[in-house]
């Protein structure tokens, strides 16, 4: 027995003078100035390439990365990271490696940035789609989203147009104009996405209806693929999704529906079906970041990125499936976007209960009864992404028939 | 065995003679082989030279920060281990450590959803306790129940309880907290830092936790009893042990100590519950670290913090290589791997058919005298005895399922 617990300590004493031998400690340095060549960014993933969600973030970062001319050892990216005390721990530990900025790109990551951000002052934390940065206040904890429902409104538009060429052909009926759409989770990002997605659609046709369903999850294969396969059994003639996987898409390609898809282009593996796909360019965002270190200007509380930031882009229409005109009618989309005459939430084009909404209270203000505390409604249209850059708008509007509620776990 | 058959040129043969220094060495050189077979892996499926992995895996311990980490994720995976470890020295196969445990945060989590906040935090802290331990301890005691009454197979039955327990948790939060992203996060009624350490607390508890069930195991009538009921249940009636009192006691303690970590885990860790990542597994890595120790806590204390030795290192050989989320699982399985192999040497050595013969025959000479000794001399051989031996004997457990494959004459002296 002694001899073990001998055996024991000795191994572990090994490990432990290893460990030591090979440290080079590198302690957050509280004069440090900031200069182009010596700032590190740590960016915190919930998954890793696998998910459409975080190769958008991963592939923007090395994008930003490479046009700010900083070296590979400047930027740090940590895969995997659940929404436990893990992102806390992995927070803190960027920070002591001697990171300026952390980024973290999940919704339940804010918790565990905001404690870190009280840990490590001289640090910045930044963190993506949150909603607590306006009310928590502290010097060094900031949101960032972006209007990325104007993306989803043009994506919407190529949607109606296709239909309408659909429609034209005798393929359907104006009535059987039925889209489907795969969600995460019932809350207002994915609601926001969707209603936009919609409103899109019917902008060019009127007579649109869309079915939804929910997956309760970010980012699983199987569960999206079978949603796709089960609204397309249910006479949905053209599929969109948010969620993170290519489920929804390889389902739509082997059926011969048209997709419209989110987070980037799957035009590769879907080249038959692939329509359009929004996403958020996060490039601008991390390039805002590096520049307002290092030039000493401060960052905003809760930034939002738009069509104008270069944030809410379109990507490529894809080689087979868009109505023909596409292009030049988002264009036209895109400029009434940007001068303000299109506004996407506009209280005209939409009805709740067959009512025209005048006023809605949203929930900006984070607290544990989720209360609603914000007038959205202003002249007319509901401003979504101006009180907070994280979306607000969860409104059940005329049209749209969600077919269930599900939500479980696993949230972004 | 009059029919002909062919012989293979080797045989195995069950080692008895091993001693403590060559078995544990074989056991550490397997652990660096493991490590040089990372980096081979690493250096194969990345384009970056072999020193790279080494350099950047050492990183993983550089700053207070992340060796406290270490210490403490090495703590969390010990009392798991710990937590498992009477149920299988009674050979008592819960493999529902994860759904206890899950059970025990959900308790935490319901006192302090409606405390947390209205009620001074002592209170709620102590409450979330209690009703952790009473929440871990009926998960662990329904299975212990329906194996002592009716003799129903307890891995089946544990196994599957896992899973009702993640729907129950489920439910909670989905008619609790109105987020709808599946987490709920608690800022009130929960354990804080000691002086600005988050660490220390959980990994005293664990160090107690240890030094109890190193007595309890090793030194207690209870730890005795149990180990009876593990070798042999006949043996342990005919010595007068009510065997369903060991089961069911035994499993209390098991469940007490899930509940004590799902307590850690939400009021002490995460402040927050969510299936998918409180426990997040580790409730399944806690029955290999107890099985790869030997039921020796001081073993399961090793292998725990070698594995989480080479799940950091991976993880930051990982974020430097941008080799994804799933690397870091890779190199633990490699680990595992080896280490599991190392076992089967430790437990049997390779010999040449007609040299296994020769033993053979000298072993079945030996075995008909020891069948006409007395009862008596025979029991004192099978039943475990308050010292080494307890350990010594479940060292052989894990390969214990092959004996019935190969050829060995070790086992004929069991009391049945």
Redo the contacts between chains.
């Keep these: 027995m002694k001899k073990k617990v001998l055996a024991l300590l000795l191994v572990v004493a090994l490990v432990a003078s290893l460990a030591i031998v090979f440290a080079g400690c590198d302690p957050t340095d509280e004069d440090k100035v900031v200069t182009m060549d010596n700032i590190k960014i740590g960016m915190i993933c919930l998954h890793d390439e696998n998910s459409t969600y975080d190769k958008n973030f991963i592939v923007a970062m090395n994008e930003a990365a490479e046009a700010l001319g900083l070296r590979e050892d400047q930027v740090i990216i940590v895969t995997g990271i659940p929404e436990s005390d893990e992102c806390y721990q992995k927070a803190c530990e960027l920070a002591e490696e001697g990171c300026d900025i952390v980024f973290a790109n999940s919704f339940g990551h804010e918790d565990y940035m905001i404690k870190a951000a009280k840990k490590y002052p001289n640090v910045l934390f930044a963190h993506a789609t949150g909603t607590k940065a306006h009310t928590e206040n502290l010097p060094n904890f900031v949101n960032a989203f972006a209007s990325i429902y104007e993306g989803r409104y043009m994506a919407g538009v190529a949607a109606g147009l296709k239909l309408n060429e659909m429609i034209a052909n005798g393929e359907i009926t104006a009535a059987q104009a039925k889209m489907g759409y795969v969600g995460a989770f019932t809350y207002a990002e994915v609601m926001s996405g969707y209603t936009s997605f919609y409103l899109g659609a019917k902008s060019v046709c009127p007579t649109v209806t869309m079915d939804v369903t929910f997956t309760g999850s970010w980012y699983d294969e199987t569960a999206e693929n079978n949603a796709a396969k089960s609204l397309i059994a249910g006479g949905c003639v053209l599929i969109s999704q948010h969620a993170d996987s290519m489920g929804a898409p390889n389902a739509c390609e082997e059926a011969g529906v048209p997709n419209v898809s989110y987070n980037g282009s799957t035009a590769d593996a879907c080249e038959d079906t692939f329509i359009v796909s929004s996403r958020i360019n996060w490039a601008p965002y991390y390039t805002y970041l590096v520049n307002s270190l290092v030039n000493g200007t401060e960052v905003a509380k809760d930034w939002t990125g738009t069509i104008a930031t270069g944030s809410v882009v379109l990507t490529a229409i894809g080689p087979n499936a868009p109505a023909a005109g596409t292009q030049a009618k988002l264009d036209e989309v895109k400029a009434g976007l940007q001068n303000g005459t299109i506004n996407v939430f506009d209280t005209a084009n939409w009805t709740v209960g067959g009512q025209k909404l005048t006023s809605y209270l949203a929930d900006v203000d984070t607290d544990a009864a989720y209360a609603k505390d914000t007038e959205a409604i202003e002249n007319g249209v509901f401003f979504e992404s101006k009180h907070r850059s994280a979306p607000y708008f969860d409104v059940e509007i005329d049209g749209i028939t969600l077919l269930d509620r599900n939500y479980g776990n696993d949230a972004e | 065995m009059t029919k002909f058959k062919f012989e293979p040129i080797f045989h195995l043969a069950k080692r008895t003679d091993i001693d ?2 060559k078995s ?1 060495g074989i056991r ?1 050189a397997a652990f660096i082989l493991s490590i040089l077979a990372c980096a081979v892996v690493s250096t194969l499926i990345s384009d970056r030279s072999f020193g790279f992995f ?2 950047n ?3 993983a ?7 406290w ?1 270490f210490f403490h994720d090495t703590a969390i995976l010990l009392i798991i281990a710990l937590a498992v470890t009477p149920c299988f020295k009674m050979r008592f196969w819960n493999i529902g450590g994860e759904g206890q445990i899950l059970m025990g945060a959900l308790g935490s989590a319901v006192i302090i959803t409606f405390m947390g906040g209205k009620y001074p935090d002592p209170a709620t802290i102590i409450l979330s306790l209690v009703l952790s331990l009473a929440f871990g301890i009926v998960w662990a005691v329904i299975p212990a129940l329906f194996k002592a009454k009716w003799n129903t197979n307890e891995t089946l039955l544990t196994l599957m309880m896992n899973y009702i327990s993640v729907c129950i948790v ?1 439910y909670f ?2 008619s609790e907290a ?6 709920m ?1 608690f ?1 009130k009624g929960v354990v804080g830092p000691i002086g600005n350490n988050e660490f220390i607390l959980k990994i005293i508890l664990v160090a107690i936790v240890t030094i109890f069930m190193v007595v309890y195991l090793r030194y207690s009538k209870h730890g005795y009893e149990l180990a009876v009921v593990g070798e042999s249940e006949k043996t342990a009636r005919y010595i007068g042990i009510n065997t369903k009192k060991v089961i069911v006691r035994t499993l209390i303690l098991c469940g007490a100590i899930c509940g004590l970590i799902g307590f850690m885990l939400v009021s002490a ?4 519950i ?5 426990v ?1 597994g580790k409730g399944f890595t806690g029955v290999l670290i107890s099985w790869l120790g030997h039921f ?1 806590p ?2 399961m ?2 292998c725990s ?2 594995f989480v ?1 080479i799940d950091r290192g991976a ?1 930051q050989v ?3 290589a ?1 080799l ?3 690397y ?1 699982d890779m190199m633990t399985g490699i680990f595992f791997f080896f280490i599991v192999a190392t076992e089967f040497f430790i437990n049997y050595k390779i010999l040449p058919t007609h040299h296994f013969k020769k033993k053979a025959k000298a072993e079945e000479v030996e075995e008909d005298t020891t069948e006409t000794e007395q009862t008596e001399d025979v029991l004192a051989e099978t039943v475990p005895t308050l010292n ?1 031996n307890v350990v010594e004997d479940t060292n052989s457990a894990v390969t214990e399922a092959e004996d019935t494959a190969t050829p060995v004459v070790e086992n004929t002296k069991e009391v049945e």
């Design positions: 403590w220094k544990w550490l080494f350099e895996f050492f990183k311990f550089n700053t207070p920060q992340k060796l980490n489920d939060i989905k109105s987020s709808g992203t599946g987490t996060s800022d860790t995460n402040h927050s969510n299936t998918a990542s409180t997040a020796n001081l073993g204390l090793l913090f070698l030795f993880t990982s974020t430097y941008r994804g989320a799933s870091p080494e």
